[in-house]
C-alpha cells in the first residue's frame, strides 16, 4: 500500500535553507540541504504508511470480530449492549461502533439516530421513567392567583408558554377522571332493581374526599335476547351505569395553598354499548329550559341546542335512581350550604363523553342557583356538544372552559358540519354572516360549534409516541396527559424534564410507543402492567428531548 505525500506551501518552513552562501551552481551547502530533505519525505512517508496500515488492519479485525459474535437474547441485557449504546466500554476507553454504525444510517432512519444519541444520562432518565411512582412537581402556593388558574381571564397567558402552576392542576384533574374510569371498570355491574350502593373510588389527591358517586341512564335499550345470548356482559348493556362522582377538598394545608376549598366534579368517557348508541343521536335538539339569547331587533335569535344522545344521558332517570342531572345538582347545593362562608369553586373535569356531560353540568348548576360559586371545566378530547347559541349561552353564565384537544384525535372535531372553528369565527366577524350562521344553528340539525378557551397538543410532538399513532392511541386519557406533562408551548419540543411515569402509556399503548422505547423497556425487565410489582426500578420515564 503506497501512501503519497503532498506538503503544503506553508510548512516549507519545516525544512530551513541556509540563505548565506547559497549557489545557484550548486554548492556543498545545498546538496547537505537536498540530503536532508530527501531523508524527511522518506521518513514521513514510512510513518504515514505504517499508521494508515495499522489503522485499517485494526478495523478489519473489529469487523470480523462484530460478525463472529452471537447475538444475545432480547430479554437479557448485558453490560456489553449498554455500552455499544453509550459508545465506551467498561474500562472507558472508546471502541469500535460496528460496521453498519459507521455507515451513518441515522440520517436515514431517524430510530436509529435516537438509539445512537442515547447518552449514559438518557439511559438514567429511562429507568426513572419507566418506574411506577408518578413524581410530581412541587405544589406551588396558588391562593393569591388561583381565580386565573381557575379561568377567571380565560387562561390568558398562561397557556402559550404554558404555565408550570396550570399544567400540573391539568394533570392532577385529569387523574381524578381516570379515577372515575378506575370505579366504573372494577364493577361495572349496576343493578336495576335496587338502588346503588356507594362505591369505592381511589382518589389521587388524599386531600379530597368522595361524597357522592353519579350515574347516568340512557333512553335506549337493547332487547332482552341479547342479555340471553351474552349473560356475562350484562353491564355492557345496562341502561345505568356509574358515570363518575363528586369529591371535596378536606385536607386544611391544601386549601390555604390553593386560595379556596376545591369541589370536583369527575366524569368518565364512553364505555358501555348504550353510551355508544347514545352518541350515535348525533341531532341537535332545543333545551328544555331555553331562553333565547335576545339581541337587537335586526339581528336573529339564536337558540341553544344540544346533541340529543348527550342530553338524553344527562336528564334521563333510572328505575332505582335519580338522573345525572338531579343527582349531581342535588350534591352540588348541599356542599354549598355546608359550607356557606367560605370560598368555593367548581371544578367540572371529564374526557371523551364525560367532557360532553361536564359542558351540560355546568350549564345546570349555574342555572340551579343565582350565587354559585365560580364554576370551571377542564375537559379532555371532548367532543363538539352543543350550537353557538349553546356557546353563547355557557358565556353569558360566566362559565370558563378550557378544552385539552390532541390536534391528531378525530372524536375533538365530531359531531357536525361545521369543521373548521377558525372559519366559523371569522364568518361570525361581520353581521351579515352572524345573522346567515344563526338561522343555519337554529334550523340545521348539525351546526355545532365548540365552547370555551383551547390548548392544542399534538402526538407527533413526543418523542415516545409514534407519528402515526391510531385513533384509540391519539384519544386515550393516559396519552393526552403525557402530553400535557411534556407541553411547553407552541413552538417548542416536548420538555426535557417531564416527569410523568410512562409505564401506564407503554402498557396501555405499546403498540403506537416507537420500538426504541418499548425494547428498552423490556430490556429493562420491566413489568408493565402498572398493578404488579415492577422491577429493578423506580419510577418515570423522561424525556430525550434532546435529541
Not at 348508541?277 to 348525533?282: G, K, L, Q
Amino acid at each position: 500500500m503506497q501512501i503519497g505525500l503532498t506538503l503544503p506551501v506553508q510548512n516549507m518552513n519545516l525544512f530551513p535553507a541556509q540563505s548565506s552562501g547559497f549557489n545557484c551552481n550548486g554548492s556543498s551547502s545545498m546538496k547537505a540541504w537536498s540530503r536532508n530533505f530527501n531523508a524527511r519525505c522518506s521518513t514521513m512517508k514510512a510513518v504515514s504508511t505504517t499508521k494508515m496500515t495499522r489503522k485499517h488492519l485494526s478495523s478489519l479485525e473489529k469487523l470480523l470480530q462484530k460478525q463472529s459474535e452471537p447475538s444475545p437474547p432480547e430479554d437479557v441485557v448485558k453490560v456489553e449492549d449498554v455500552n455499544m449504546v453509550t459508545h465506551k466500554s467498561t474500562d472507558g476507553k472508546n471502541k469500535g461502533r460496528g460496521f453498519l454504525e459507521n455507515l451513518n444510517l441515522s440520517r436515514v432512519w431517524p430510530e436509529s439516530k435516537a438509539a445512537e444519541e442515547v447518552s449514559p444520562r438518557h439511559l438514567i432518565r429511562l429507568k426513572r421513567m419507566l418506574s411506577k411512582t408518578n413524581q410530581y412537581s412541587p405544589r406551588n402556593i396558588l391562593a393569591s392567583k388561583w381565580r386565573e388558574y381557575h379561568g377567571c381571564n380565560n387562561w390568558s397567558g398562561l397557556l402559550d408558554p404554558l404555565d408550570e402552576n396550570l399544567r400540573r392542576e391539568m394533570v392532577r384533574y385529569g387523574e381524578f377522571i381516570q379515577a372515575a374510569y378506575h370505579c366504573f371498570h372494577s364493577d361495572p355491574d349496576t343493578s336495576a332493581d335496587h338502588a346503588p350502593v356507594d362505591r369505592h373510588v381511589a382518589v389521587p389527591d388524599r386531600a379530597y374526599r368522595v361524597t357522592k358517586n353519579l350515574y347516568a341512564t340512557s333512553s335506549v335499550g337493547l332487547p332482552k335476547w341479547v342479555d340471553n345470548v351474552a349473560p356475562d356482559l350484562g353491564w355492557m348493556t345496562q341502561r345505568s351505569s356509574c358515570v363518575g362522582y363528586v369529591a371535596v377538598c378536606e385536607d386544611q394545608r391544601e386549601i390555604a395553598r390553593m386560595g379556596r376549598r376545591d369541589i370536583v366534579i369527575a366524569l368518565r368517557g364512553t364505555s358501555t354499548c348504550l353510551e355508544w348508541a347514545e352518541n350515535m343521536r348525533d341531532l341537535l335538539v332545543q333545551m328544555p329550559d331555553q331562553e333565547n339569547n335576545k339581541g337587537e331587533a335586526k339581528e336573529v335569535q339564536s337558540i341553544s341546542k344540544v346533541e340529543c344522545g348527550f342530553l338524553s344521558l344527562f336528564k334521563t332517570a333510572g328505575a332505582q335512581m335519580p338522573s345525572l342531572s338531579e343527582s349531581v345538582v342535588t350534591e352540588i347545593h348541599r356542599l354549598v350550604e355546608m359550607y356557606k362562608g367560605e370560598t368555593l369553586s367548581i371544578t367540572v373535569t371529564g374526557h371523551s363523553l364525560g367532557a360532553a356531560l361536564a359542558l351540560l353540568v355546568a350549564d345546570e348548576l349555574t342555572s340551579s342557583a343565582p350565587n354559585m360559586p365560580p364554576v370551571a371545566v377542564f375537559s379532555f378530547g371532548g367532543p363538539r356538544v352543543g350550537n353557538k347559541g349553546f356557546a353563547n349561552r355557557l358565556n353569558k353564565k360566566n362559565v370558563k372552559v378550557l378544552r385539552i384537544v390532541n390536534s391528531q384525535d378525530v372524536i375533538t372535531r365530531v359531531p357536525g358540519m361545521f369543521v373548521s372553528e377558525e372559519l366559523d369565527n371569522k364568518l361570525r366577524n361581520s353581521s351579515m354572516a352572524t345573522n346567515v350562521l344563526n338561522v343555519l344553528d337554529n334550523n340545521m340539525p348539525w351546526a355545532y360549534s365548540h365552547v370555551g378557551t383551547e390548548l392544542r397538543v399534538d402526538t407527533k410532538m413526543s418523542p415516545f409516541l409514534k407519528p402515526d399513532a391510531d385513533v384509540a392511541c391519539c384519544h386515550d386519557l393516559e396519552a393526552y396527559l403525557h402530553l400535557v406533562d411534556g407541553f411547553l408551548a407552541s413552538n417548542c419540543p416536548f420538555r426535557s424534564n417531564a416527569k410523568r411515569s410512562l409505564v401506564k402509556l407503554l402498557d396501555e399503548q405499546n403498540s403506537n410507543v416507537k420500538k426504541l422505547y418499548t425494547n428498552k423497556a423490556k430490556a429493562l425487565t420491566v413489568k408493565l402492567n402498572p398493578q404488579r410489582e415492577i422491577l429493578q426500578m423506580s419510577s418515570c420515564l423522561p424525556s430525550p428531548s434532546s435529541y
